[in-house]
């Protein structure tokens, strides 16, 4: 049985009544994406359509996760907003804080040592207010959702970008900051711009060497890291449905790398055959009676230009294996071709590892795919050329797997099995003693994310993403280019022998098992629990409300002008850094550390107006704020892709920012901004970045009339007593700007429950 299977049932109860409305109010057929957020707006069926892409909408979502890293902030600020409880259900899952090393049970054990304070935390944390709470060792939360938690039709948020995983169930499932997600556990709605829609429509089977993850590195190379910005992604066609529930999973999941908002599939029988699976024939019962209602009207797929924003076709009887990277996600490059690409561009051939799991590719199907190439390399006398690493996605695919030896197959070849949890994924690698000198090297991986640095601190590490099967492969080959569709290897006997095409099990055929899943549900009344926060903690830190910054910022200096790619990781990096998440002050440490200075090309290196030295990033600016002076930085593209940490945005404001102005920003990080009480925003005229100096101030003139809709106007003073005027635009509505007069919008909820 389901968790919370009355609010599903009350989901799909108002649910024909509400999109039939929806339906008529726009006049036209409906996507699944539209049906889904109508049916969830905080209020009732308007008598106008919303515009997507500029109406600011209030939804309701049915349900929230957070994991480890995230949650520590997030609960830290719901824990001031005054409740007694949450108001829907949510869940926190400890997945991030664990290192992979050695091995799973050690290094669950070591976690379990070095962040007890944090997992006690927030255990206490979830008991005392009505919180579900998923054990280390558990699982990723993202998998761990999928199989309990998603459920066709419904719309959830989470604190992680990859909580758009759960799209593989037909959900609309949003990442967030913790800010957002603090207003819905207090009971209020929360706020989304309405998405424009990209439809993707799939012809064709996917085939031999061909994986569901090869769909969303094509999508990636086609839509590039933020061309899916402010849009939902809605699969189709008959290719979706020929393809797994976990598949989808995976598809929708990378879809944070093309910073969609979140990416969805109509619900179908290999939703139904995944929910019946994991034990949820209730769900699957209740959504097959509405479910014309889980899936866009017929019109729409048979002529989707008609209706999206964008459609995009791919025909996966023609799409090739792909491999993409290094340092980006959207880098694709098919198998087949990348000899002469990593030779112009000098990426390493050889390759040093090959890692299976995360959020993304960890399902049992993926693993059995792997497992079959992994077996062929025992049955031809192979042995694998670069070491070979794997991550459960969660306990019960753990369980499984091993008890239909598919582990095993894996241990016999040397692989490492580590935690599930996101381990290498995540920085939380011990691969080097000093990470920042180690050499040069290539290694790929079934993971997201390939941002410089993000699996083992070496900045020379150059990582490629690619399905599990093709990782399988190449950890056996152990070269970048091996192409298993036409290329030998000669095995321990000196013969050339030729990788056959994967196979596998799309559920287990002696169904999922599990001995301790890891869940602890919390006690009914949790109100008289106490939260202790040791006071010399450098891990846990109470927070105190931020200042507002005020109307009249002058004299502010520029702090840094960034130089191209930066994201979270390079604002708020990860790794070793995850110690400090949930304190405040420690983590400021770390920010902008990554981001690389446009006037020296170095990174944590900038000049101080003040001492007129260079030095680091955070150090430089601690004397600014000591100063009483505000700062500025400046950046390129697409600032703060990646992670919904809100600590890239609440680290500069607790140091004392005043304002990032870039060419444009990803969606999360622009929110977590705004919610903190700071000011994201966009050049109108992007060139003007190139007018920005190193020893540059900001006058901003008329912040006096901040105003939804209206420009900026902002003196830019240089060194040489020189000016510019800039203009410079925002997207905050009248909410919005009372966050920032308040200081945040925690400020605000306080207020007003006060
Ligand atoms: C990631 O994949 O970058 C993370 C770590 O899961 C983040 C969350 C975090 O920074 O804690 C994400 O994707 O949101
Ligand atoms: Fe964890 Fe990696 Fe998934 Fe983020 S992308 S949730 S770090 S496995």
């Not at 993850?213 to 086609?222: F, T």
């Not at 797929?301 to 990277?325: C, K, R, T, V, W």
């Not at 601190?457 to 150059?462: A, E, K, R, V």
Request: hydrophobic content about 40%; proline content about 5%.
């Amino acid at each position: 049985m389901a968790f919370d299977i009355d609010i599903i049932k009350k989901v799909y109860q108002q649910m024909p009544k509400r999109i039939d409305k929806a339906r008529e109010i726009v006049g036209k057929p409906l996507t699944l994406s539209e049906k889904i957020l109508y049916n969830h707006l905080w209020d009732s069926i308007p008598s106008e359509p919303f515009q997507r892409g500029k109406d600011y909408v209030d939804f309701a979502p049915d349900r929230i996760a957070c994991q480890d890293a995230t949650a520590q902030m997030a609960l830290l600020q719901f824990m001031q907003a005054g409740k007694k409880k949450v108001a829907v259900p949510t869940t926190v899952h400890c997945d991030h804080l664990i290192q992979a090393k050695v091995g799973a049970s050690k290094d669950l054990q070591f976690a379990l040592n070095n962040s007890n304070e944090v997992f006690n935390f927030l255990e206490s944390v979830s008991n005392k207010y009505g919180i579900g709470f998923w054990k280390p060792g558990a699982g990723i939360i993202h998998q761990v959702v999928l199989e309990n938690y998603a459920f066709p039709g419904g719309m959830m948020i989470g604190t992680d970008s990859h909580t758009v995983n759960a799209g593989g169930l037909g959900m609309v499932a949003i990442g967030v900051g913790g800010a957002d997600a603090v207003d819905v556990m207090a009971g209020m709605p929360w706020e989304l711009k309405f998405p424009k829609l990209i439809g993707v429509k799939l012809t064709g089977t996917l085939s031999g060497w061909t994986a569901p993850k090869d769909v969303i590195l094509k999508v990636a190379g086609i839509l590039t890291a933020k061309g899916g910005t402010g849009a939902i992604v809605e699969y189709f066609g008959p290719g979706a449905e020929s393809m797994s529930c976990t598949g989808k999973g995976t598809i929708c999941n990378m879809g944070a790398e093309i910073g969609a908002t979140t990416s969805t599939f109509g619900y179908d029988a290999s939703m139904e055959r995944y929910l019946r699976a994991t034990d949820r024939n209730d769900v699957a019962d209740a959504a097959n009676e509405v479910k014309e209602y889980l899936t866009a009207d017929t019109e729409v797929y048979a002529n989707p230009e008609q209706y999206f924003d964008e459609l995009i076709e791919i025909n996966l009887s023609e799409l090739m294996p792909h491999l993409n990277g290094p340092f980006t996600p959207d880098l694709a490059t098919p198998v087949g071709t990348m000899t002469e690409k990593a030779q112009s561009n000098d990426w390493p051939l050889k390759v040093e590892w090959g890692l299976i799991g995360s959020c993304t590719n960890s399902s049992y199907e993926d693993l059995s795919r792997a497992a079959s190439i992994a077996q062929q390399a025992l049955d031809k006398g192979l042995k694998t050329k670069a070491e070979f690493g794997i991550n459960p996605g969660s306990e019960q695919v753990r369980y499984t797997a091993d008890r239909d030896g598919i582990l095993n197959v894996f241990e016999k070849l040397d692989a490492k099995i580590f935690t599930n949890a996101c381990g290498p994924c995540i920085g939380q690698w011990a691969r080097y003693e000093d990470p920042k000198n180690a050499p040069k090297n290539s290694i790929v991986h079934s993971f997201n994310r390939n941002f410089a640095k993000r699996a083992d601190g070496n900045p020379n590490t150059h990582a490629f993403v690619a399905s599990p099967e093709m990782v399988a492969a190449i950890a056996i080959s152990g070269r970048l280019d091996f192409n298993p569709i036409t290329d030998t290897l000669i095995n321990e006997n000196g013969d050339a022998v030729k990788l056959d095409e994967p196979t596998g099990f799309e559920l287990p055929e002696k169904g999922f098992a599990v001995e301790d899943a890891g869940y602890l549900a919390p006690v009914d009344d949790g109100s008289e629990l106490e939260v202790v926060v040791a006071e010399d903690s450098e891990r846990l830190e109470l927070l105190t409300p931020f200042v507002p910054i005020g109307n009249d910022i002058s004299g502010a200096k520029l702090l840094i002008k960034a130089y191209g790619k930066c994201t979270t990781d390079h604002i708020s990096m990860a790794g070793p850094w995850l110690r400090y998440r949930g304190h405040l002050d420690n983590i400021s440490n770390n920010c902008l550390i990554g981001a690389v200075n446009a006037f020296n090309m170095k990174t944590n290196f900038v000049k101080s107006q003040l001492s007129g030295e260079y030095d680091a990033v955070p150090k430089t600016q601690r004397a600014y704020k000591a100063a009483g002076i505000y700062t500025v930085v400046v950046g390129d593209h697409n600032y703060g892709e990646g992670s919904s940490r809100e600590h890239a945005a609440m680290e500069p404001r607790h140091l004392g920012f005043a304002a990032v102005i870039v060419k444009s920003f990803a969606r999360i990080h622009e929110t977590n901004l705004k919610k903190q009480g700071m000011l994201g925003l966009t050049f109108a005229n992007e060139a003007d970045y190139d007018l920005i100096q190193e020893d540059d101030t900001f006058n901003f003139l008329d912040l006096n009339e901040f105003a939804p809709g209206k420009p900026l106007t902002i003196e830019v003073v240089h060194a040489d007593g020189s000016k510019d005027i800039i203009s410079v635009n925002h997207t905050y509505n009248n909410s919005q700007i009372e966050w920032f007069n308040e200081g945040s919008a925690l400020n605000l909820i306080k207020k007003q429950n006060a």
